[in-house]
């Protein structure tokens, strides 16, 4: 979640491309134990090779008033999980940022959303999850779940972040996978609606 996975991660002041031209490799993620307690830092692309190494994450899932839920398509330009549909926004806290913070951060950044379109953004769900893409990369996260309502909807998403926008009956949506089966869904995404409605 959470991304190359969640969402594309905060990068630190100054950092940006790397020499190996990909802008993930400049960034680094909150290694976390089972408790999602700090343990370290890894760089992003690292953490996301192999078997992955576990590390903090989160996925903010906003609502109108009449509970449709706002999914956002990943870019093609993302490294995994391209193409598919996410909750709201999901990415990475850095290191000593709040859950919180960093949705605020995210909400505007990708979709212009800014804190008084939205009411209560607060932490609901925490859980570890891991899923491999293909052969190119893995998911092995500690994804905090994080909750708002619009009273405006009005969005300005930044392309290069999200590549269509779509508001859902979020129950429906639970209830009736089959009939959304075509917009293949993030496994983080998918996981936290689960949990919601077990």
């Known amino acids: 979640m959470s991304t190359e996975d969640a969402g594309q991660a905060e990068s630190a002041p100054g950092e940006g491309e790397s020499a190996d031209g990909h ?16 343990q370290g830092l890894m760089n992003r692309l690292d953490a ?3 078997d992955g190494t576990r ?5 903010s899932l906003l609502f109108d008033q009449e509970g449709n839920i706002l999914l956002a398509q990943r870019s093609p330009e993302k490294r995994l999980w391209d193409t598919f549909w996410d909750g709201t926004v999901a990415s990475h806290p ?24 939205y009411e209560d953004l607060r932490v609901t769900d925490r859980f570890e999850y891991k899923r491999y ?14 909750k708002a309502t619009l009273h405006d909807r009005t969005l300005d998403p930044d ?25 293949r869904l993030c496994p983080w995404f998918e996981v936290a609606m689960r949990r919601d409605f077990d």
Not at 102 to 116: F, I, K, S, Y
Not at 166 to 178: A, G, N, S, T
């Open 159 to 183: 392309p290069e972040e999200v590549a269509g926008l779509m508001w859902v009956p979020y129950e429906r949506l639970h209830e009736h996978p089959r009939w959304y089966r075509q917009l």
């Open 133 to 146: 893409y293909y052969d190119e990369g893995v998911e092995h996260e500690v994804c905090a779940v994080l």
């Open 55 to 59: 590390h903090r994450a989160f996925t």
């Open 23 to 38: 802008p993930n490799a400049a960034q680094s993620v909150v290694l976390v134990d089972e408790n999602d307690e700090e």
């Open 94 to 117: 850095i290191r000593g940022q709040g859950q919180v913070e960093a949705t605020r951060e995210r909400l505007e950044e990708e979709l212009g959303v800014t804190p008084d379109q």
């Open 48 to 50: 996301h090779t192999g």
